[in-house]
Protein backbone atom coordinates (compact mmCIF):
# COMPACT_ATOMS: atom_id res chain seq x y z
CA UNK A 1 0.00 0.00 0.00
CA UNK A 2 3.06 2.38 1.16
CA UNK A 3 4.58 1.84 -2.39
CA UNK A 4 1.12 2.64 -4.21
CA UNK A 5 0.87 6.07 -2.09
CA UNK A 6 4.47 7.12 -3.19
CA UNK A 7 4.07 6.23 -7.02
CA UNK A 8 0.77 9.00 -6.68
CA UNK A 9 3.48 11.04 -5.36
CA UNK A 10 5.44 11.16 -7.76
CA UNK A 11 2.79 11.72 -10.25
CA UNK A 12 1.32 14.33 -7.89
CA UNK A 13 4.72 16.00 -7.47
CA UNK A 14 5.06 17.07 -11.32
CA UNK A 15 1.85 19.34 -10.82
CA UNK A 16 3.17 21.44 -8.59
CA UNK A 17 0.87 23.92 -6.84
CA UNK A 18 -1.78 24.27 -9.88
CA UNK A 19 -4.45 24.67 -7.36
CA UNK A 20 -5.07 25.14 -3.83
CA UNK A 21 -7.43 21.99 -3.46
CA UNK A 22 -4.97 19.82 -5.46
CA UNK A 23 -1.88 20.88 -3.15
CA UNK A 24 -4.22 20.05 -0.01
CA UNK A 25 -5.03 16.43 -1.60
CA UNK A 26 -1.62 15.81 -2.10
CA UNK A 27 -0.35 16.55 1.65
CA UNK A 28 -3.65 14.51 2.53
CA UNK A 29 -2.14 11.77 0.51
CA UNK A 30 1.31 11.91 2.32
CA UNK A 31 -0.29 12.13 5.55
CA UNK A 32 -2.41 8.74 4.47
CA UNK A 33 1.33 7.57 3.24
CA UNK A 34 2.49 8.28 6.71
CA UNK A 35 0.09 6.17 8.49
CA UNK A 36 0.06 3.18 5.98
CA UNK A 37 4.23 3.20 6.78
CA UNK A 38 3.67 3.31 10.69
CA UNK A 39 0.96 0.88 10.10
CA UNK A 40 3.73 -1.38 8.44
CA UNK A 41 6.46 -0.37 11.10
CA UNK A 42 4.05 -2.22 13.75
CA UNK A 43 2.93 1.18 14.90
CA UNK A 44 -0.70 1.28 17.10
CA UNK A 45 -2.41 3.77 14.12
CA UNK A 46 -5.72 2.63 12.11
CA UNK A 47 -5.24 3.02 8.57
CA UNK A 48 -8.95 3.08 8.12
CA UNK A 49 -9.22 5.59 10.15
CA UNK A 50 -6.94 7.90 8.57
CA UNK A 51 -8.34 6.93 5.04
CA UNK A 52 -11.81 8.02 5.83
CA UNK A 53 -10.17 11.42 7.42
CA UNK A 54 -8.32 11.56 4.26
CA UNK A 55 -11.69 11.44 2.38
CA UNK A 56 -11.79 15.08 3.24
CA UNK A 57 -8.76 16.08 1.85
CA UNK A 58 -9.15 14.40 -1.55
CA UNK A 59 -12.96 14.54 -2.00
CA UNK A 60 -14.49 16.72 -0.17
CA UNK A 61 -12.34 20.16 -0.38
CA UNK A 62 -11.63 19.86 -4.36
CA UNK A 63 -15.45 19.34 -4.56
CA UNK A 64 -16.48 22.41 -2.98
CA UNK A 65 -13.71 24.22 -5.14
CA UNK A 66 -15.06 22.36 -8.21
CA UNK A 67 -11.71 21.23 -8.74
CA UNK A 68 -12.92 17.15 -9.94
CA UNK A 69 -15.14 18.63 -12.50
CA UNK A 70 -12.85 16.87 -14.42
CA UNK A 71 -13.87 13.26 -13.15
CA UNK A 72 -17.81 13.54 -12.59
CA UNK A 73 -18.59 12.27 -15.62
CA UNK A 74 -16.45 9.22 -15.29
CA UNK A 75 -18.44 5.77 -15.07
CA UNK A 76 -18.04 3.67 -12.46
CA UNK A 77 -18.53 0.25 -13.98
CA UNK A 78 -15.60 1.14 -16.52
CA UNK A 79 -13.66 2.37 -13.84
CA UNK A 80 -14.36 -1.38 -11.86
CA UNK A 81 -13.26 -2.75 -15.20
CA UNK A 82 -9.73 -0.51 -15.33
CA UNK A 83 -8.91 -2.46 -11.65
CA UNK A 84 -10.72 0.27 -9.64
CA UNK A 85 -12.08 -1.11 -6.49
CA UNK A 86 -16.25 -2.12 -6.85
CA UNK A 87 -18.51 -0.17 -4.02
CA UNK A 88 -21.55 -2.50 -2.91
CA UNK A 89 -24.15 0.17 -2.74
CA UNK A 90 -27.65 -0.70 -2.13
CA UNK A 91 -30.77 2.25 -3.14
CA UNK A 92 -30.04 5.11 -4.93
CA UNK A 93 -28.71 3.87 -8.64
CA UNK A 94 -24.97 5.33 -8.39
CA UNK A 95 -22.69 4.96 -11.86
CA UNK A 96 -20.98 8.35 -12.12
CA UNK A 97 -18.12 9.23 -9.67
CA UNK A 98 -19.51 12.27 -9.08
CA UNK A 99 -22.98 11.16 -8.08
CA UNK A 100 -21.09 8.32 -5.48
CA UNK A 101 -18.35 11.22 -4.78
CA UNK A 102 -21.26 13.82 -3.72
CA UNK A 103 -23.04 11.06 -1.52
CA UNK A 104 -19.47 9.67 0.20
CA UNK A 105 -19.35 14.03 0.99
CA UNK A 106 -22.93 14.08 2.22
CA UNK A 107 -22.62 10.54 4.52
CA UNK A 108 -18.94 12.04 5.84
CA UNK A 109 -19.90 14.95 6.49
CA UNK A 110 -23.11 14.41 8.52
CA UNK A 111 -21.41 11.60 10.28
CA UNK A 112 -22.99 8.50 8.40
CA UNK A 113 -20.05 6.37 8.35
CA UNK A 114 -19.84 3.13 10.09
CA UNK A 115 -16.92 0.53 10.63
CA UNK A 116 -18.02 -3.41 11.18
CA UNK A 117 -14.40 -4.28 13.07
CA UNK A 118 -12.08 -2.26 15.12
CA UNK A 119 -9.07 -3.81 13.42
CA UNK A 120 -6.33 -2.04 12.49
CA UNK A 121 -6.35 -4.22 9.38
CA UNK A 122 -7.84 -2.51 6.25
CA UNK A 123 -8.32 -6.14 4.79
CA UNK A 124 -10.62 -6.78 7.70
CA UNK A 125 -12.56 -3.94 8.21
CA UNK A 126 -15.73 -2.75 6.19
CA UNK A 127 -16.91 0.54 6.03
CA UNK A 128 -20.56 1.77 4.66
CA UNK A 129 -21.04 5.09 4.46
CA UNK A 130 -24.57 6.04 3.98
CA UNK A 131 -27.27 8.63 2.56
CA UNK A 132 -30.05 10.20 4.77
CA UNK A 133 -31.36 12.84 2.84
CA UNK A 134 -33.05 16.38 4.78
CA UNK A 135 -32.02 14.22 7.93
CA UNK A 136 -34.78 11.13 7.41
CA UNK A 137 -34.34 8.17 9.53
CA UNK A 138 -33.80 5.94 6.46
CA UNK A 139 -31.17 5.97 3.91
CA UNK A 140 -31.70 6.21 0.49
CA UNK A 141 -28.38 4.73 -0.62
CA UNK A 142 -25.64 2.63 1.54
CA UNK A 143 -22.24 2.14 -0.11
CA UNK A 144 -19.95 -0.27 1.69
CA UNK A 145 -16.35 -0.83 0.97
CA UNK A 146 -13.68 -2.78 2.81
CA UNK A 147 -11.07 -0.72 4.46
CA UNK A 148 -7.94 -1.80 2.32
CA UNK A 149 -9.80 -0.74 -1.06
CA UNK A 150 -11.28 2.38 0.40
CA UNK A 151 -7.47 3.69 0.52
CA UNK A 152 -7.04 2.50 -3.13
CA UNK A 153 -10.21 3.93 -3.88
CA UNK A 154 -8.80 7.33 -2.51
CA UNK A 155 -5.67 6.74 -4.51
CA UNK A 156 -6.71 5.84 -7.97
CA UNK A 157 -9.08 8.77 -7.74
CA UNK A 158 -6.40 11.44 -6.86
CA UNK A 159 -4.06 9.65 -9.71
CA UNK A 160 -7.29 10.01 -12.25
CA UNK A 161 -7.98 13.85 -11.35
CA UNK A 162 -4.08 14.81 -11.94
CA UNK A 163 -4.16 12.67 -15.26
CA UNK A 164 -7.39 14.92 -16.02
CA UNK A 165 -5.74 18.32 -15.11
CA UNK A 166 -2.29 17.54 -16.71
Known amino acids: EAHCVRHLMTDFERVGDR?????FA????????????SRGNGE?????????????GLL???WERS?????KKEKLPVLSSQ???KWDMTGRRVVEVGDLVKLLRDSTAHGKVAF?????EPA???????????????ADWSGKIRGDHLIEFCQRFLSSLIGHLE
Open 60 to 62: IFP
Open 83 to 85: GWP
Open 44 to 56: DVHVVTQAVVSLL
Open 19 to 23: NQSLE
Open 26 to 37: RRTLKNLEFIVS
Open 67 to 71: AIAAV
Open 124 to 138: NVMVTFSNHPNGQSE
Open 116 to 120: DSDSP
